[in-house]
């Protein structure tokens, strides 16, 4: 057995005094004696446990994840706060403050999806990724810096953002006039479509991956096909595609459909109050133009009346002199 000998002495050699008994006289314990007693310190399963777990090495498990991934092992991965800085000085501007934070979450959990061993995009991936862009960066006040904030976001984590816009196109327009039901069929691997070939390699890998940006993609096709854009009714709908059509784990995907309901709600209201802001400053400004205006025109008006009087003081004295 590897486990230390050592290690077993050391424990039953250790004093059992409490504050009310005695120390016993040490024992010389014997590891036999430890796996043989009525109650035993360990068991031989628990030994073997800890031999394996003395023995391990990084990658080389005799399992078919391992033997899938093991040469992995080691390798060096970008961090989050690498993907933060490329994506700072791709972009070159500051970001409005209040689409900071919602950046700054974007950046990070694409970036950790990304870097991921078991990630592999497909067009539903990039159809989930342009719908929350788009959603987030609809209404940025500056929409060059919102195309800037896009493009520094895929770049810097290794993405390419024409074949994302591509494969997201294609399947929207794949999507168009289809029903709910033809979806389903669809993601149960039936035909040849897009989201057929999707459905097919997800259900043939095993160890799959599942992201929000995939899970947003079908709340995509929802839309597309008209089921109503409700967190309860699109829960249901997840439920169905994912569970029963793909036949995988949907607790997660119908989590991410009721997160993406209550951003787009916090964002449908954070563009009401930027609209808002937006009339009232438009307001300001016309009844600053207004009183400009007024201003403008009595002054005129002095102007005109000014004039009247020194042209009238000019004709008096011009008469009075030739009286004179």
Request: glycine share 6%.
């Amino acid at each position: 057995m590897k486990f230390s000998r050592t290690l077993l002495s050391l424990i039953a050699a250790a004093p059992a005094a409490t504050a009310f008994m005695a120390s016993p006289s040490p024992k010389t314990i014997t590891i036999s004696s430890l796996l043989s007693s009525p109650a035993p310190f360990f068991s031989s399963d628990i030994s073997q446990a800890l031999d394996k777990e003395l023995s391990y090495q990084p990658g080389k498990a005799d399992t078919p994840f391992a033997k899938k991934y093991g040469h992995l092992a080691g390798a060096q991965i970008r961090t989050v706060a690498e993907a933060f800085s490329a994506f700072t000085d791709k972009l070159g501007t500051p970001i409005n403050a209040l689409y900071k934070g919602i950046c700054t979450d974007l950046v990070g959990s694409l970036h950790l999806i990304v870097v991921n061993a078991r990630f592999n995009p497909d067009a539903l991936f990039s159809l989930g990724l342009v719908n929350s862009l788009n959603l987030v960066l609809k209404n940025y006040p500056e929409q060059d810096t919102a195309k800037k904030i896009k493009s520094a976001m895929l770049e810097s984590v290794g993405l390419n953002e024409a074949k994302i816009d591509a494969e997201a196109a294609m399947l929207e327009e794949w999507a168009k006039g289809k029903s709910k039901e033809e979806i389903s069929s669809a993601l149960k691997g039936e035909g040849d479509s897009p989201l057929a070939e999707i459905a097919k390699a997800a259900k043939g890998n095993d160890w799959w991956m599942y992201s929000k940006f995939f899970g947003i993609g079908l709340v995509r096709l929802m839309e597309i096909v008209g089921v109503e854009q409700d967190m309860s009714a699109a829960y249901d709908v997840m439920e169905e595609w994912v569970g029963k059509c793909l036949e995988k784990p949907y607790y997660t995907a119908c989590s991410d459909s009721d997160l993406y309901f209550k951003t787009k709600g916090k964002l449908d209201m954070m563009e009401t109050m930027m609209k808002e802001i937006e009339i009232r400053e438009k307001k300001r400004m016309a009844d600053r133009l207004e009183a400009k205006a007024e201003a403008a025109i009595r002054a005129a008006e002095r102007a005109v009346k000014l004039q009247d009087e020194i042209d009238k003081e000019a004709a008096k004295e011009a008469a009075k002199e030739t009286v004179v």
